[in-house]
């Protein structure tokens, strides 16, 4: 609402005059005034800085921490499997032994155990003179029958089978065996 | 709210022009208009963003302030009774002027108190009806009312010759 243009003519020209009038200052203490303003000037672009040191030092101190609990470096295992190449000499001289002679004095060889005795002999500067060959469990002993079949059980060098006879490797070859022993 | 505080040099050009409009209106209430309006200006430099409306901002800050000064010192006294223990005019006399000084200052000083503020807020404040209706909390119209209310009695205070009220009565 504009209430200038609904006065009177004699009251705009009262209010006119009146505003002539000009009101005493007063004693303010603008020096106190004007040194505020400048202080809170001064402080605002303080306080900016301030804000800036502080922004920056909290980005430092976060690089620094994740630079202090960084993990090292994973280790990540792998089997590689590498084909061999057989060696020719001990692949013929496998060839030449029958599996499971191999495999029995294989497996008798690595199960050796030594005596409570004998293990102290280092401590009194002696030499065990002997190792005595360990017996076979019963679970060693199945496995290695389901393995290699029953002639694993005999000593090295023997066969359940005569060395004489020959093993039929067909079914034609077991009837012929099987005439020959009829007739 | 600016987002800058106010600089040096706005406060300059405030002071020059509201510093003894403030004081008038502060005188309303207070017995130490001086006090009042140079803790406004405090405020208003120590606020961290300048208000939109500075001017309408310092008014309304001198008018809580001022009313709060009155209160607490249980000095809250007629208008008319401050005004004639003061002693010095609340305007810088001046000798070619058709108004006294010290005549407008009583004038003023016995009219009420809605009316007083309201005419200093807006002939020497030049604050419009509606930044005054939000100082005193009340509409437009009524501040209007009692601006022209306020003129009036001024007016016949002073013993202003007004030939045209003559006509416009007849009329």
Redesign the interface.
């Known amino acids: 609402m504009s209430g200038k243009e609904e006065l009177s003519n004699e009251l705009k020209a009262f209010e006119a005059e009146l505003a002539t009038l000009t009101p005493r200052p007063g004693g303010l203490d603008v020096r106190r005034l004007m040194y505020l303003a400048g202080q809170t000037s001064a402080r605002r672009s303080a306080r900016a800085w301030s804000a800036a040191f502080a922004a920056m030092t909290a980005v430092a101190a976060t690089l620094a921490v994740a630079l202090l609990l960084q993990p090292g470096p994973k280790t990540i295992e792998k089997i590689v499997r590498i084909p061999i190449e057989p060696d020719v000499r001990t692949a013929s001289a496998e060839a030449d032994t029958p599996p499971a002679v191999r495999h029995a004095s294989i497996y008798r060889v690595r199960r050796t155990e030594t005596t409570w005795l004998a293990s102290l002999a280092p401590w009194f500067g002696m030499t065990p003179n002997y190792e005595r060959p360990a017996e076979p469990t019963y679970p060693e002993l199945r496995d290695r029958v389901l393995a290699f079949g029953a002639s694993t059980l005999c000593p090295t060098g023997q066969s359940v089978e005569e060395p004489s006879k020959k093993r039929p490797a067909t079914y034609g070859d077991w009837m012929r065996i099987l005439g020959e022993e009829r007739s | 709210m600016s987002p800058?505080?106010?600089?040096?040099e706005r406060?300059?050009s405030l002071?020059a022009r509201h510093?003894?409009?403030l004081?008038?209106y502060a005188r309303g209430w207070s017995e130490t208009?001086?006090d009042v309006?140079?803790e406004a200006?405090?405020q208003l430099?120590?606020q961290p963003r300048t208000p939109e409306n500075v001017v309408g901002w310092l008014y309304r800050t001198v008018r809580n302030r001022a009313i709060s000064h009155a209160r607490s010192r249980g000095r809250r006294r007629r208008h008319e009774t401050a005004a004639s223990s003061l002693g010095?005019?609340?305007?810088?006399p001046?000798n070619g002027?058709?108004?006294d000084?010290q005549a407008?200052t009583e004038a003023l000083g016995q009219l009420p108190e809605e009316e007083r503020e309201v005419v200093v807020a807006r002939?020497?404040g030049g604050l419009?009806?509606?930044e005054i209706a939000r100082l005193t909390e009340t509409s437009?119209?009524t501040a209007?009312r009692r601006?022209?209310s306020g003129?009036?009695a001024?007016?016949e205070r002073l013993g202003?010759s007004?030939?045209?009220?003559k006509n416009?009565r007849t009329n």
């Open positions: 800058r505080g106010l600089e040096p406060l300059e002071l510093a003894g409009p004081m008038l208009p001086e309006v140079q200006l405090v430099l120590r010095e005019p609340w305007f810088v001046t002027q058709r108004l000084a407008a002939l020497w419009s009806f509606a437009s119209s209007w601006y022209e003129l009036v001024l007016r202003v007004c030939p045209e009220k416009s």
